[in-house]
């Protein structure tokens, strides 16, 4: 049974950096993808960006390119999402999940709301 666990949220100030991370177990990390998206109450939920656990290849929203960086350990079996230069529009519920596949760098992930596992979400609030 795939678990996940995001952890990490807190309220920062505008400017400031959090680290979120997301437990994972019960796959093999060769067969999934795990992305991180956010959720604003009354609208659609955004991906953010994601990692093969196959090779470690990731994709990003163009938007949060160069200020979010994606990483996994997996001999921790976490994911993480480091987020700098917090700004209150990131302000959102973070979920984490798992989506089957064969994902490398030849077959990238994605952010489609559709992965097949998901994890509570752990709130960040950016205050100006």
């Known amino acids: 049974e795939v678990q996940l666990q995001a952890s990490g949220g807190g309220l920062v100030q505008a400017g400031e950096s959090l680290r979120l991370s997301c437990a994972a177990s019960g796959f093999d990390w060769n067969e999934y993808a795990i992305g991180w998206f956010r959720q604003v109450p009354g609208k659609e939920r955004e991906g953010l960006s994601c990692?093969?656990?196959?090779?470690?290849?990731?994709h990003y929203l163009d938007s949060v390119k160069g200020r979010f960086t994606i990483s996994s350990d997996k001999a921790k079996n976490t994911v993480y999402l480091q987020m700098r230069n917090l700004k209150p529009e990131d302000t959102a519920e973070y979920y984490c999940?798992?989506?089957?596949?064969?994902?490398?760098?030849?077959?990238?992930?994605?952010?489609?709301?559709?992965?097949?596992?998901w994890g509570l979400g752990t709130q960040v609030t950016v205050s100006s």
């Open positions: 999940a798992a989506d089957l596949g064969n994902y490398s760098s030849r077959w990238s992930c994605h952010l489609d709301n559709d992965y097949d596992d």
């Open positions: 990692i093969a656990g196959r090779d470690g290849s990731t």
